[in-house]
């Protein structure tokens, strides 16, 4: 540091060059100055498991490289699920648990200042159990007859032509009917690349979900009717819809447009900066208008296109 006719001259090295910083003494004398320099850092990277694996396990190992000793942070569909710190050649490894359906992975790294690397997204799906089948008898033979899911509707009876209702003995349920979808509402748009979806079905049925044909989660609905999942978007228009398959075909929901329309840093930049135009010019027009009025209070005038002027 150096002492120059009342100021501080203080050098700094940063990035490679020389900075010179001149602080005056008054000031450097009664405050104390800080100062955070942050480099640039590496992108994590998730290599394991692949995109698009399916898990039967309840946890799956989510490992991949990241700068040396960084701490990595995986998130499950946007919700923290565990962190760990890489070794001194960036390798990381964690255990993260997995919910029933899709779970989008994505590795995270923050430095001292606040900025955040993410790594590429990577979806596992976790399928729920299989319901257990249950055993059906008829009440005319008293026959057990083979086990079939209970996802599979019992038509109501019908008597043949010529037959009396009374030789006929069977036993009659009403068919499933199709799940609905609560919420979201169509329509809706979002900037996250999930949704929750929350829809009403037969309790004990398995539930797919399915974004422009594609499954990307199965639920098994409670003993209260209601399920949810956490569903994974595309960017632009997804087509959500619910289904219950059956031996006998399958019942399906109405369908449901959800809009992922991702907001970049880019686009918020280009934002501010229109704001930001715009509020300078409103300003600059308003000086202008204050100054023109007080000079024509004060018997000035300027004349269109020429700078000369005439008092009046």
């Known amino acids: 540091m150096l002492r120059v006719n009342r100021f501080l001259i203080a050098a700094l090295l940063i990035g490679g060059g020389l900075a010179l910083i001149a602080v005056p003494l008054a000031f450097a ?10 480099l640039p850092f590496g992108t994590p990277t998730i290599t394991n498991p692949a995109q698009d694996y399916t898990e039967q396990a309840d946890s799956v190992t989510v490992s991949g490289a990241a700068d040396a000793n960084a701490v990595v942070d995986v998130t499950d569909n946007g919700t923290g699920s565990g962190a760990t710190t890489a070794d001194n050649t960036g390798a990381y ?7 029933y359906g899709s779970n989008m992975l994505q590795a995270h790294v923050t430095n001292a200042c606040g900025t955040v690397n993410s790594s590429n997204s990577v979806t596992v799906t976790h399928p729920a159990p299989v319901v257990p089948p249950t055993e059906t008898t008829t009440s005319s033979t008293a026959q057990s007859q083979p086990a079939v899911l209970n996802l599979q509707p019992i038509t109501e009876p019908t ?3 010529g037959a009396s209702a009374a030789s006929n003995t069977s036993s009659t349920t009403k068919p499933y009917t199709p799940p609905t979808i609560l919420s979201p509402l169509s329509g809706l748009v979002v900037t996250v690349p999930y949704v929750l979806l929350v829809g009403r079905a037969t309790p004990g049925t398995v539930v797919q979900i399915r974004n422009d044909g594609h499954i990307v989660a199965q639920v098994i609905t409670p003993t209260n009717g209601i399920f949810s999942a956490n569903v994974p978007l595309q960017d632009g228009i997804n087509n959500l819809v619910t289904e219950i398959m059956t031996q006998s075909g399958a019942f399906t929901s109405k369908v ?6 991702p907001v970049h840093i880019s686009d918020r930049g280009i934002v501010r900066r229109a704001v930001l135009t715009i509020g300078v010019g409103a300003i600059a027009i308003g000086a202008a208008i204050i100054i ?21």
């Open 93 to 99: 490894s964690i255990s993260i648990p997995l919910a």
């Open 159 to 161: 008597t043949p032509t």
């Open 256 to 261: 449901i447009v959800v809009s992922y329309a």
């Open 29 to 38: 004398a009664g405050s104390i100055i800080q100062s955070r320099i942050c």
């Open 292 to 312: 023109h009025a007080v000079l024509a209070r004060v018997g000035i005038t300027f004349r269109r296109r020429k700078f000369r002027f005439k008092r009046k």
